[in-house]
């Protein structure tokens, strides 16, 4: 089975931190995304990857930097933390292929106080 | 841009019935997929649709018209264990991104 695995469930930083998000799969996924999930508003895409070192703005990029040093590892930096940026972050990975599912982790439950 | 509507919440009975509709505006259409989210775990893929018509696993079904742009996501046998939200998306994008654009899900309550 595919894992893909977010270091933190929990997560509470202040407000001006710089956080970092990691995520890990172990299946050798081209594709790699970072979504934050927020009642109402369902799944939105932050960033994703094709490949190492490769990254694409998804639809909410502001506020966010994303790291793609090894092909199993994605990365998510919030660079300066504001408390609009609470939420639940998943990530996600998928293989390169026209019809592949993605994916996700377990997410990261980040407050921001 | 892409827009998907579906219902914030239905609910059934064990043993029924239910269809929860996705409604969607995109450009370069790729195909329609359903995920489901239990209280507190990731999404899970259930199904792809790419081509028109009904695809069956198991309980599950899902159908896509592309003429109306219009899918759904069908169960059958409804169990308690059915109840979660779930998730129509559409992948967009050129054909080399693999981008999903996800609808605002659909709260599905199971009741004994």
């Known amino acids: 089975d595919v894992k893909v695995t977010q270091s933190s469930r929990y997560l509470v930083k202040r407000t001006g931190e710089k956080v970092f998000l990691e995520c890990v799969q172990d299946m050798d996924h081209e594709n790699m995304f970072w979504y934050r999930q927020d009642p109402g508003l369902g799944l939105r895409l932050i960033y994703f990857?094709?490949?190492?070192?490769?990254?694409e703005k998804g639809d909410i990029p502001e506020g966010y930097s994303v790291s793609r040093e090894k092909k199993e590892r994605f990365s998510l930096i919030l660079e300066s933390a504001s408390t609009n940026q609470t939420s639940m972050y998943l990530c996600?990975?998928?293989?390169?292929?026209?019809?592949?599912?993605?994916?996700f982790g377990d997410g990261t439950r980040l407050s921001i106080l | 841009g892409q827009s998907l509507e579906q219902p914030s919440e239905v609910t059934a009975v064990e043993g029924a019935i239910v269809q929860i509709n996705c409604t969607y505006q995109?450009?370069?259409?790729?195909?329609l997929s359903w995920y489901q989210q239990h209280d507190g775990g990731a999404p899970t893929f259930l199904s792809y649709?790419?081509?028109?018509g009904l695809e069956e696993t198991g309980r599950f079904s899902s159908f896509l018209s592309r003429s109306d742009s219009y899918g759904y996501l069908l169960l059958q046998e409804l169990q308690m264990k059915d109840s979660a939200s779930y998730f129509c998306a559409v992948r967009a994008g050129n054909t080399g991104f693999q981008k999903l654009v996800f609808g605002t899900g659909t709260r599905l309550l199971v009741s004994p």
């Open positions: 995109t450009s370069g259409f790729y195909g």
């Open positions: 990857s094709y490949d190492v070192k490769m990254k």
């Open positions: 649709n790419a081509l028109d």
């Open positions: 996600a990975s998928s293989p390169r292929g026209f019809n592949q599912p993605q994916h």
